[in-house]
């Protein structure tokens, strides 16, 4: 699958780190499309398609912090996991959380990978290279088609 192809769902409240991703995605020179959600409310309706937000089309990999305001990211990954059209989304949970239970507690929701910032690369270069091999190598889940 060609880099281009796929959406970059990124849901940070953190301007300074989303920054950091896309400077580090221009500089790896990563011309995928990213669409920011600053917390979990607005990723569900970008996902979906409803509180006023366009959706985003298929095939996508998202980005999770876990601490946002009005719904944090576990709460994100339970809503993902419990709606039919949203439940083969690929996610990886991207924080400052380095604790056990945070990394279980995700790991229990079916994410593709939990990435403390930390371990990101100061510029979130290692995080751009992880997403670069990630999507040429890994086939995602089909395309929905209208119904």
Sequence with gaps: MEDTA????????????????QRALKHARIANPVVRARDGVEALDILRGTGGQEQITSPYLILLDLQMPRMNGFQVLEQIREDERLRTSVVF????????????????QHVAGYIAKSNAGADFSNLVEMLRMYWRIVEFPPVETAV
């Design 6 to 21: 796929i959406t970059l769902l990124l849901v940070d409240d953190d301007d300074v780190d989303v920054e950091a991703v």
């Design 93 to 108: 949970v991207l924080t400052t959380s380095q604790a056990e239970r945070d990394r279980l507690k995700a790991y229990e």
